[in-house]
């Protein structure tokens, strides 16, 4: 079965240092791979997503099939970077099967 | 409309009691999905629609949940004879196709709290 693992319950660093975000996943095939985010008292949103190969707000991910990770990155955290992220995979037409989450708390 | 509408935003049940969440999903958007969010945790699949049609509702804990979504457009959760553990945040989500290479457009949740 699809499975996606955040290992990190909360991740702290400081306003300017380098973030990553660990997502692993369990998938036998070819997965498409999404990162969703969450600011506080704000809906859940899409990040980014493997398929488009975007940078969003400064955040980029490297499906990485060997090590079946696809770790979220960002070379300076900013103040504004703090919220929950989940990383989430779909297997074509079934639903998205989602990370337990990563907090990401930015200290100024 | 503009967004995933969902409400109510809180719901307070006393146990036993039944419920119904409501979503409106964007105008046009074929997929629907409902989620349960347990607090600190992350989404959990409930069920998914493809128009009117409940394609997978492998995901409802038990037969007290109950989706549906007759016209194609707005969905209701209904949960009956609700328990302490039913309490959670339930999170609709609505996609323009039936696979999820767009992503899902989420709602706000409804936070219900069984007392």
């Known amino acids: 079965a699809q499975r996606v693992t955040q290992p990190e319950k909360l991740l702290s660093v400081f306003k300017g240092a380098p973030v990553e975000l660990k997502c692993n996943y369990s998938y036998s095939g070819s997965p498409e791979l999404f990162w969703y985010v969450q600011y506080s008292r704000q809906r859940l949103q899409l990040l980014l997503r493997?398929?488009s190969r975007e940078s969003i707000k400064g955040f980029t991910a490297d499906l990485n099939k060997g090590e079946t990770s696809f770790h979220l990155k960002k070379p300076f955290a900013q103040e504004e970077d703090s919220a929950m992220y989940y990383c989430?995979?779909?297997?074509?037409?079934?639903?998205?099967?989602f990370g337990k989450g990563t907090r990401l708390s930015v200290i100024a | 409309g503009a967004g995933v509408s969902q409400s109510p935003r809180y719901k307070v049940a006393k146990r036993g009691q039944d419920v119904a969440l409501r979503c409106d999903p964007i105008?046009?958007?074929?997929?629907l999905f409902w989620y349960q969010q347990a607090l600190g945790q992350g989404p959990e699949f409930l069920t998914y629609f493809q128009n009117e049609a409940q394609l997978d509702k492998s995901g409802l804990p038990s037969d007290r949940f109950f989706a549906e979504r007759p016209e194609g457009s707005v969905s209701t959760l209904k949960i009956q004879r609700t328990q302490q553990e039913d309490s959670a945040v339930y999170l609709c989500?609505?996609?323009?196709?039936?696979?999820?290479?767009?992503?899902?457009?989420f709602g706000s949740g409804t936070r219900l709290t069984v007392v």
């Open positions: 493997h398929i």
């Open positions: 989500a609505s996609s323009i196709a039936g696979t999820t290479n767009y992503g899902y457009t």
């Open positions: 989430a995979l779909p297997s074509g037409n079934t639903p998205l099967v």
């Open positions: 105008s046009g958007h074929v997929s």
